[in-house]
């Protein structure tokens, strides 16, 4: 089993860019689709970015296409979520996870081994 753990997070204000890291430990995480998501307080968690182990195919929710950017670099076993002009409304706890395969529209209950989440808050 995999075992992930999320940072970079913290507080930006709005306009400004951060870079979240998914770490993995235990069994190799080379072979598996990986995702970002966000919880807002009160709200469902979604499905924000997501990766096959090759890297060539990606998904994003429509409201970050053109500003986060998710990559993988499979021989430190980490993906990474690039946050360019956050807006308020992308604050929310953001974890990853792990899935066997990516669909057209990944939904969260499809992934697994989830990180603990880490804090984003975006200042207006």
């Known amino acids: 089993q995999v075992q992930l753990v999320e940072s970079g997070g913290g507080l930006v204000q709005a306009g400004g860019s951060l870079r979240l890291s998914c770490a993995a430990s235990?069994?190799?995480?080379?072979?598996?689709?990986v995702g970002w998501f966000r919880q807002a307080p009160g709200k469902e968690r979604v499905t924000v970015a997501a990766?096959?182990?090759?890297?060539?195919?990606?998904y994003y929710l429509d409201s970050v296409k053109g500003r986060f950017t998710i990559s993988r670099d499979n021989a430190k076993n980490t993906v990474y979520l690039q946050m360019n002009s956050v807006k308020p409304e992308d604050t929310a706890v953001y974890y990853c996870?792990?899935?066997?395969?990516?669909?057209?529209?990944?939904?969260?209950?499809?992934?697994?081994?989830w990180g603990q989440g880490i804090q984003v808050t975006v200042s207006s």
């Open positions: 235990g069994r190799t995480f080379s072979s598996y689709v």
């Open positions: 990766i096959t182990w090759s890297g060539r195919s990606t």
């Open positions: 996870a792990v899935s066997s395969r990516l669909a057209a529209i990944p939904i969260p209950s499809t992934f697994g081994s």
